[in-house]
Structures are given as C-alpha cells and as structure tokens.
C-alpha cells in the first residue's frame, strides 16, 4: 500500500544549487501535504506544507509546489547548502480523518560542498 | 521553542516482556500520535488520540498495544507482550489542533526486542 511515494532514495547536488525533490501520492482524499527532514537518531523536524487549495507555498530557500491532477508534489531548495543534507520525507494527510501523517520512504539529500 | 520529549531514547527488552514509551507532548497540544519506523522502511501511523481517547489505528495496532494519557502532561504507549517484529523506532507526535498544522515530533525511542 504505497499511497505516498518518493522514487528517489537519493539525490546528490552542488552547494548553491537548487535541489529538487519530488513526490507523488495516490488518495484522493490527501488535502494536506508536509515536508520534513530528519538527521540520524533524531525526530522528523516539519520544513514546510501546502493546502490542497494552494498550488505553492514559499518559505525561504524552501519552496513547495502541488500539481494536483497529476497528485505531484516537489520540494525546491534554493540555494542548497551542506547543512541541508538530510533525509526528506512527504506526508499526506486527509480531513476526513484524525489527520495522521501518511509517509514516502524519504529521499536522501547530499549537498556535496 | 517548546519540544515533544521522549524517554527513554533507548531500549532493550527480552521478547514476550511488555515495555512502555512515554512521551511527554507540547503543553497546550490536544491531538497525540505514535509512529513508528521499522530500520529501512517508512514511517508508519499506529494510533492517534484526542480527548482521552483513541481516534484511529491502524491496522498494526492491535491488542498487544494500548495508549494511555495518565495524567495532564505524559502520553505512553505500552506494549503488553513484545516481539521480535516490535524493534523499530518509535515517534511521538503532537498538534493543537487539527487542519493546516503541522505535527511536531519527538526524538524517538530506540525499542530493541531480544
């Protein structure tokens, strides 16, 4: 049951470069979607969402963008930085539930310096 | 910034033994969630509680498990006769409330059946 996925387990980019990251999920009850990053031996630590309402949301270097027809969404960071290698998990939730977090199996950032 | 706490970061427990988690949620939260993490797969929804009593489960959630929020401020998850397959890392999570917020998370325990 893989209602959120992530196809890249890994993803290596150049300081200063813009990494993407991308996600797709398969319920169509998803209206709320997360980003977050976790280091070894640490929690999941939230980076930034968007509402099913929105097509993009910006926070700083980190910017998310929701294609809903094609149930898509990527995580833009611009410019990466070497602090930023991590593991970056999407998560869905749905209103018609206690809004528990559906996961991707995460993709593994390195931004090489 | 306040934080979700968890104790203990790690465990070790002989299989068939029971063994609680606590946790210790974001003070004014009313929503509260366990995960957990199996090592090289997902992180996994268990259960989620709201006004002393459980919301979802999923379907890992079964009879060995139970949730109990004791008193104002601790949230266990306790494990009655633990297996092999129960090692895995185990997530706390809070929320205010619910809609456009994002959970905060604990650090985890670390639970190691034997």
């Known amino acids: 049951d893989q209602q959120v996925k992530q196809n890249s387990p890994s993803l290596s980019v150049q300081e200063g470069r813009i990494s993407i990251l991308n996600c797709d999920y398969t319920?169509?009850?998803?209206?709320?979607f997360l980003w977050y990053k976790k280091y070894p031996a640490e929690g999941p630590t939230f980076l930034i969402s968007?509402?099913?309402?929105?097509d993009k949301n910006e926070d700083g270097r980190f910017t998310v963008f929701l294609n809903k027809s094609a149930k898509h969404l990527s995580l833009h960071i611009v410019p990466s930085q070497p602090g930023d290698s991590a593991v970056y998990f999407c998560?869905?939730?749905?209103?018609?539930?206690?809004?528990?977090?559906?996961f991707g199996s995460g993709t593994q950032l390195t931004v090489l310096p | 910034e306040p934080e979700v706490t968890q104790t203990p970061s790690h465990q070790v427990t002989q299989m068939g033994q029971e063994v609680i988690l606590r946790c210790v949620p974001i003070?004014?939260?009313?929503?509260f969630y366990w995960y957990r993490q199996i090592l090289g797969q997902k992180v996994e929804f268990l259960v989620s509680?709201?006004?002393?009593?459980?919301?979802?489960k999923s379907e890992i959630f079964d009879d060995q498990f139970s949730v109990e929020r004791p008193d104002g401020s601790n949230f266990t998850l306790k494990i009655r006769s633990t297996k092999l397959e129960d090692s895995a890392m185990y997530f706390c999570?809070?929320?205010?409330?619910?809609?456009?917020?994002?959970?905060?998370f604990g650090d985890g325990t670390r639970l190691s059946i034997l």
């Open positions: 998560a869905a939730s749905a209103s018609n539930s206690a809004r528990q977090l559906t």
């Open positions: 999570a809070s929320i205010f409330r619910q809609g456009g917020q994002p959970q905060h």
């Open positions: 003070s004014n939260h009313l929503y």
């Open positions: 319920n169509s009850m998803f209206d709320y």
């Open positions: 509680f709201y006004n002393n009593e459980i919301s979802e």
């Open positions: 968007i509402s099913s309402i929105k």
